[in-house]
Each structure stands twice: as C-alpha cells, then as structure tokens.
C-alpha cells in the first residue's frame, strides 16, 4: 500500500485548494495561478495531470477497455473526479462553472495518459523486463 501515499498525499493537496475555493479564500496556490496569465487553466492541467499519473503508477497501469483502446483506470477515476468536482461548482456562490476549466482537465488527463502509455511501453521493450 505505500505505493499509494505519493496519490492520497496529492489528493490531499488538492482538496485543500477546493475547499478553499469553495470558501473564497484564497491560498497562495490559487493567488500564484490568478497572478499569471492562463496560469488557472495551466493549473488545472498540471494538477489533475499530476493526479492522473499518481493513481495510474499506484494501480500498477492497470486498463480496461474502450472499442479495443486500452484505458487507464487510474485516469478515469481523476477525470470522473475531475468532473465531479466541476460539477459541484454551481451549488457555491464563490465558484462558477467554466467548461474551459474541464477542457483544461481533460487535456491534462489526456497528456498524462499519452505519457504514461509511452512510459509503459518503453519499459515493456526494455530487455530485462519481467515480460521479456
């Protein structure tokens, strides 16, 4: 199980930042992200991105699939995490919805996925790994 501390210790840190949010405080995280330009957008990518890749290593890139498209579960459990989240921000006053927000969810799952597919096949090639 301490393959999972690195996910749940950044699940933590990002449930810091949404309460906050939905709080209205804002912490130095959020105030750095305002302070650059698209840095909310670039911010939400970098997060759930980085959470996509935790949960993926810590499920041992275990996959389901799609019409034949191997799909990580621990990247569909951060994009329905993702979108969850999103979802929640109409019922507080001091959030609101932004589709550009999920898109830039997505995209940081998508790259994630892209380079974790990568990362998995290269190891796969390697000539002492365990599948050769």
């Known amino acids: 199980m301490q393959r999972w501390l690195p996910a749940v210790l950044?699940?933590?840190?990002?449930?810091?930042?949404?309460?906050?949010?939905?709080?209205?405080?804002?912490?130095p995280f959020i105030r750095f992200a305002h302070s650059i330009p698209y840095g909310d957008k670039i911010g939400h990518a970098c997060?759930?991105?980085t959470m996509a890749i935790l949960v993926t290593v810590a499920s041992r890139f275990k996959t389901w699939s799609l019409a034949q498209l191997p799909i990580f579960y621990g990247t569909s459990l951060v994009l329905l995490f993702a979108l969850a989240?999103?979802?929640t921000q109409y019922f507080f006053k001091t959030r609101s919805f932004d589709l550009y927000d999920v898109l830039a969810d997505v995209i940081g799952?998508?790259?994630?996925?892209?380079?974790?597919?990568?990362?998995?096949?290269?190891?796969?090639?390697?000539?002492?790994?365990p599948a050769n």
């Open 10 to 27: 950044f699940f933590a840190f990002i449930g810091w930042i949404i309460i906050d949010a939905d709080l209205g405080t804002k912490n």
């Open 47 to 49: 997060i759930y991105g």
């Open 85 to 87: 989240e999103e979802g």
């Open 109 to 129: 799952i998508s790259i994630a996925a892209l380079m974790l597919t990568l990362w998995r096949t290269r190891t796969e090639q390697q000539p002492n790994h």
